[in-house]
Structure formats: structure tokens, C-alpha cells
Nanobody, 123 residues
Framework: QVQLVESGGGLVQAGGSLRLSCAAS????????MGWFRQAPGKGREFVAS????????YYADSVKGRFTISRDVVKTTVYLQMNSLKPEDTAVYYC????????????????WGQGTQVTVSS
């Protein structure tokens, strides 16, 4: 089992920044990649970014590329999502997830999920 706990969400003005954290515990050896997903009101869960555990290769959705940065601290088993130049359309519940496969962005390929953290961007 892998337990994931997100933190760092909150209310921010458009153009501002937030950094989300995802702390992993348990059988973290089973995780090959970590991803961030988000779900806005009335929308489905969408891929935001992912990072491979070993090589550190990253992937981003086009909507956040250049504004968001995913990173990881291997020792602390923690993944971060630095969000800059936030827009109102970034408002959503952000979820951290763990996958046993690398280079994947499909929600169905992620085994464990955090509880989510709310990010609200005001105009």
C-alpha cells in the first residue's frame, strides 16, 4: 500500500503562485511514477503533470506547460507541484497519484490516490 497526502492548496489571486506537496509513505518501492491530476467543477479528472521515480523525466499537460513545474525529493519521498502565473481556470481539486508504470498520464494507470487539495484562483 502507498499512502499519499497532499497539502499546500488555498486561495490565490490570478497571477500568483502556490506550491503543492504530496508526501508518500508505505510501500513506496512499488511506485515508478507520480502524477498530479485536477478536477474542476463540472469537469472530469484531467492530467496535469507526472514525473518518473528513477530518471526524473517529466510530462505536462499543454494547458500548464511553462507555468507549472513538477519535482521530487527522493529521500523524503515527496513530490511537488510549483504553480506559477495561476489563472482562474486552474481552479480545481488537485490530486496526487502513484503509478507502478513510468511515462503514463492515464488516470486508470495510477494505483493510489491522495485525498485532494483545493486550489482556488480568483480574478
Amino acid at each position: 500500500q502507498v499512502q499519499l497526502v497532499e497539502s499546500g492548496g488555498g486561495l490565490v489571486q490570478a497571477g500568483g503562485s502556490l506550491r503543492l506537496s504530496c508526501a508518500a509513505s508505505g510501500r513506496t518501492f512499488s511506485s515508478a511514477a507520480m502524477g498530479w491530476f485536477r478536477q474542476a467543477p463540472g469537469k472530469g479528472r484531467e492530467f496535469v503533470a507526472s514525473i518518473n521515480r528513477y530518471g526524473g523525466r517529466t510530462y505536462y499537460a499543454d494547458s500548464v506547460k511553462g507555468r507549472f513545474t513538477i519535482s521530487r525529493d527522493v529521500v523524503k519521498t515527496t513530490v511537488y507541484l510549483q504553480m506559477n502565473s495561476l489563472k482562474p481556470e486552474d481552479t480545481a481539486v488537485y490530486y496526487c497519484a502513484s503509478s507502478q508504470w513510468t511515462d503514463t498520464y492515464s488516470p486508470s494507470e495510477y494505483n493510489y490516490w491522495g485525498q485532494g487539495t483545493q486550489v482556488t484562483v480568483s480574478s
